[in-house]
């Protein structure tokens, strides 16, 4: 979970892949999971190699870059939110090189949490689910 500001790692949503090739390029896939606590927002972004990537929405006033979307708290606490998204980097590269999702809480007044809603109540009313990195090379 993250109460954080600045974007933080999300334990857990890393992967690394050495390309066979310099031309390859590698196809990362992404679905993940997200609750809250109520009446926040927060922003998700995909970081490669131990940097933010270019796979995020462009820079507009205070708005957050993201790569996935923006986990945004109802009033319910109950919610699992499930964001997912494709990218095609090509690393020119045959070194390991991460991939890894990062989170930030835009509010510092609402806690995300990974996997499971805001509340964690076990109910019918709260579900939980499972995230998933997916890196797979593709030959040029």
Known sequence: STTSDTYVAISGMTASMACASTSSKVLVTVNIYIGHTANGYGSIQLWIGGSVSTFIGDASSSRPRSSLGNPIGSN???SLESYSG??????????????????????????LYLNRSGTNSDNANGANGVSTITLMEILA
Do not use: K
């Not at 980097?89 to 806690?111: C, F, K, M, R, V």
């Open 86 to 111: 494709s990218f095609l980097h090509s690393p020119s590269s045959t070194s390991s090189i991460a991939y890894a999702l990062y989170w930030q809480d835009g509010t510092e007044s609402t806690t």
């Open 76 to 78: 319910s606490a109950l």
